[in-house]
């Protein structure tokens, strides 16, 4: 039997498991998708997206996404099966050939510092995004914002497209970007800040905060919690204010007690502010004050704050 939540994993995909379906923005790379709207049968590896059509079986959606041909499709999808990954008494487990390109410091030689105008859009600073290695594409207009490991070792990077298109790329292909924090390498050790948006990790280090990381989205896997503890003593989980935040933060404060968590306080700025105060949901629209706020009033519990 095929493990298709394994198939999306390897092929980069961020994905939701819903009963018998894993649901994400839709992975044709010419629909910009900027909410969920395509799924993935776990059982039978169909998949359809309800915005645009894109739709097929699995080893359709492996060929468009790796860009090979309908033989290595098909063994791509085969050797994902879900009863070698348990492990089968009958026959021997062959080891999984890795068959991603190599990346190295020279990968990135085709990409440039980012423009003035996107970093001042952004309120980052030309030095933070230079210290968290923050990169430009300017064919395709896209951040590059790189998976390194707490040593600092390049595995790959993201490609993050602006102006409203929202299309996300990992690469290379099949990169697990549950295994990396973003600016891990660079964060001081004390105390850590953990946003959701890499970007917003620059824009803390902009405003003076150098102990942020990012898990690239609003989940955090256990590998993640992992180097959290490892690298912090004591951890602000600063996810973006809206229900996936809330979500991921309440399961954070029941399960993540390696070291001290508290939460970013989005109510620090907005006590007597006036009715058209500029509401913010993650830290990368904040000034440096309201940055500063947010953390230094850090509470035990959302909970807190309703």
């Known amino acids: 039997m095929i493990d298709v939540l394994r198939v999306l994993a390897d092929l980069g995909i961020d994905y939701r498991v819903s009963g018998d ?90 990409f440039t510092d980012p423009p003035r105008r996107e970093l001042e859009r952004r309120m980052i600073y030309a030095d933070a995004a230079a210290q968290l290695g923050i990169l430009w594409d300017a064919d395709e207009r896209a951040w590059i914002l790189p998976f390194r ?76 919690r992992g180097l959290l503890a490892a690298h912090f003593d004591r951890v602000i989980a600063a996810l973006d204010d809206d229900r996936a935040g809330w979500e991921v933060s309440e399961q954070l404060r029941k399960e993540f007690h390696s070291v001290p968590l508290s939460f970013f306080n989005y109510d620090a700025v907005s006590y007597d502010a006036p009715a058209d105060v500029v509401y913010h949901k993650d830290p990368g629209t904040m000034s440096d004050f309201e940055i500063e706020a947010c953390i230094e009033q850090a509470i035990p519990s959302l909970l807190a704050r309703f």
């Open 149 to 224: 490991d707490a040593a600092g070792k390049l595995h790959g990077w993201q490609a993050k497209e602006t102006r409203g298109k929202k299309l996300v790329r990992n690469h290379p292909t099949g990169i697990k970007k549950s295994e990396f924090l973003f600016g891990l390498h660079a964060a001081d050790p004390g105390t850590g800040v953990l946003v959701e948006s890499p970007l917003d990790t620059a824009r803390l280090r902009s405003a003076g905060v150098r102990g942020g990381v990012a898990s690239y989205g609003v989940r955090v896997s256990r590998v993640q």
């Open 21 to 110: 379906e894993a649901t994400a923005c839709c992975p044709n790379p010419k629909h910009h998708d900027r909410s969920p709207s395509w799924s993935v049968n776990l059982d039978s590896g169909k998949h359809n997206c309800l915005s645009c059509g894109f739709c097929g079986p699995l080893v359709r959606l492996v060929r468009t996404l790796r860009n090979v041909g309908e033989d290595q499709a098909e063994l791509y999808v085969r050797t994902r099966s879900s009863s070698r990954l348990r492990g089968s008494p009958d026959r021997e487990e062959a080891p999984e050939r890795d068959d991603r390109p190599r990346v190295t410091e020279a990968s990135l030689a085709l």
